[in-house]
């Protein structure tokens, strides 16, 4: 089973629509939650961290993060083209704070 | 967040052939640097985590005598592809390691 799982997409939205990006991870000691985006060809920003449950905003991104189900989620309210890319999820290993397992990333378009 | 430094950004190479990949972080000191490796569409894997002055800690499946790494200062570490063949091609990414992890630009290696 791998350690943190997200559905590979595309996600297709149109342009000021709100995207939901999921994702669910298997180690229940993990800590620190993250939302990367990576545009092709570049490496991965960070857009998030997340680290208690419940939700925390940031401009038009929120995460969501639920220790209970081992969920966290990213929305992205008014999208625009430019956020087009793969967004991926990382979560901290368990026992060693400072590892972190990414999951596999969903690619998103929004649609002018 | 950290900022973080890598050259060469792209090589291309012949199989066979040795390349190094240098990863300085410019507003810090990185006791530990992780080296990750993405292959086309698919998430990061963590290859191994560097320590300054010590030997690098290698994930399973990745070969040490293959993939050379020296974190001979606070602020270089340096991953050094020996023998390359085609199915290194990937793009490697540096990360030192903080609560968060911020990445290094990448460098795309493409071996011929």
């Known amino acids: 089973q791998k350690e943190v799982e997200q559905n590979s997409g595309p996600l297709s939205v149109p342009e000021g629509a709100i995207a939901s990006l999921n994702c669910t991870y298997s180690d229940r000691g993990s800590q620190s939650f993250f939302w990367y985006r990576q545009y092709s060809g570049k490496s991965p920003e960070l857009i998030m961290s997340i680290y208690s449950n419940g939700d925390k905003e940031d401009g038009r991104f929120t995460a969501q993060l639920n220790k209970a189900s081992q969920y966290v989620s990213l929305l992205i309210r008014d999208s625009q083209p430019s956020d087009s890319a793969t967004y991926l999820c990382a979560v901290n290993g368990v026992g060693n704070f400072n590892k972190f397992y990414f999951g596999s990333g969903t690619k998103l378009n929004v649609k002018p | 967040g950290a900022v973080v430094s890598q050259h060469p950004s792209w090589v291309i190479c012949k199989s066979g052939t040795s390349v190094k990949i240098e990863c300085r972080s410019l507003d810090f000191q990185a006791t530990t640097m992780f080296w990750y490796r993405q292959f086309p569409k698919q998430s990061l894997m963590l290859m191994a985590t560097?320590?300054?002055?010590?030997?690098?800690?290698?994930e399973q499946g990745v070969e040490k005598d293959k993939f050379l790494i020296n974190h001979a200062s606070l602020t270089l570490s340096t991953l050094t592809v020996t023998s390359a063949h085609p199915e290194d091609s990937s793009f490697y990414i540096c990360?030192?390691?903080?609560?968060?992890?911020?990445f290094g630009p990448g460098t795309r290696l493409t071996v011929l």
């Open positions: 990360s030192p390691c903080t609560d968060t992890q911020y």
């Open positions: 560097s320590n300054e002055g010590s030997k690098a800690t290698y």
